[in-house]
Structure formats: structure tokens, C-alpha cells
């Protein structure tokens, strides 16, 4: 908890800073990551680089920011281990992490961004709508934002998407206990070998509405599909637990397959 208090105060510190006009340093100027540009309160959009393979991976946490915090803890562990392991990962991967997708999210303890439109329902996939759904089942008026990919840091993560183009996208939310995932990969079906692994609950294709007991539109992982991306969606079971070992042994599991 400790961590999160001290990754919050930071936060506002730089939204501070970016309230007065004044712009944190791009992270480009640090080996390893990259700022891929900046949230609507001035905070970097930050995704840190490992590993040299030709196979990428992008995994992201804090998408819904400090209400899944727990998220971001998840990621920066991650990150931490590989980082602190260069061995643990195989020769022909590299991995693209991003633990805080809506750093103003994570200072503020909001899910959404500064302008109220919902990270996870502004994505140009073809069932987008500017009203939808919240994470809590609620239709908001506006949450999906007036266009498609009318907020910088949807288009700040699609872009970065589309230029990298990663082989899997992992993304962590919390909390539900199950995933979704796209079935029948190349090399062995990624999903149920992060399922079996990690043992979170995958429903049956098309599970998705049922699973969460409303119609979601917008999301990054709809666009992931439309756009032919291979993708991976976690909730994990707890809103505070980061569940970092079983989904350490899901992402494992997947990178042996896609090493493959």
C-alpha cells in the first residue's frame, strides 16, 4: 500500500507541474523506454523496452487507473522481474510494458481521463458509441467520447500499436476472475496456455456480455480484433491483490509458445 501512496503522490506532483505549463522530461531521453506522448494533465505515457526478439509483446496495466491500481502494482512487478532476469526471457522476444495507461487516472483515483471519457471505450472498433457502459454497468452519456479516438492517450496507444505492431497484447484490469482471449495462435493456442497456467476462468467464445453482465463498445480489445491483433484481457479476481505469481506462470507460458 505503501508503493501506491508514494506512486499517487508522484503522480499529482507531475500533474502539478504540468497544470502550471510546465512538461515532465520525455522519456526517450532514458535508455529503455519511451515516452509515446502525454496524458491530457501533462503526465508521459510511458512503455519501457526489454529484451531485442523479433517477437514483441505490449502489456499494459492502469488503463482504469487508481480504482485498478492493483493493476499498475501487477505490471511494475512484471516489469521488475524481467528487467532483474534477462535470462528468463527467451532470446526471440521483446516485451513492450506500460504499467500506467491513464497516469491521470492514477493520481486522481479516477477510472476515466481528465475530460470523463472511459480509456477503455473511446477505441474506433466498429461497434464504438459516444454512449455506453462503465466498468460498473452504468450507461453514461458521453463515455465513449464525442468521436472515435477523440482523446490523445487512445490515440497515443494506437499509434504506438499500429508502429510496433506487437505478435500478443496483454492487458490487466480488476476485478472479475476470468480473461478473454483470441483462440488458435500459430504456435499453440495462447489463451488457454495463459488459462491452464495462470487458472483464471476462460469462457467460451462469445462469453464476453455474459461474463460481465452488460454490453461493452469501444474497447481496445474490439479494435485489437478488427485490426487483426492477437490479444489477451485479464481481469484478475482481487481489486487490490496484483496476483502476481499465477499470472507470471500465465505469461511464461505464453512466451514458451510464442518462442516456439
Known sequence: MGLRIQRRTALKALLGLASFGLQPPRASARPGWTSIGFSQGGLPLVVHHLGSGPTNLLILGGQHGGPESNTIDLVEQLLAYFSDRPSALPSSISLDIMPVANPDGAATDSRQFLSGVDPNRNWGSSDWMPDTFDSNGHFVVGLGGPVPFSEQETRALR???????????VNFHSAGGFMFGARGGRNGDLSEAYADASGYYLPVSGGGTRMLGYRTSGT?????????????????????DPEFDRNLAGLQAVLGLLAI
Open 220 to 240: 481496445m480489445a474490439s479494435w485489437q480484433r478488427d485490426r487483426g491483433f492477437q490479444g489477451i484481457f485479464v481481469e484478475l479476481t482481487s481489486p487490490s
Open 159 to 169: 499509434d504506438w500499436a499500429l508502429q510496433s505492431r506487437p505478435a500478443l497484447i
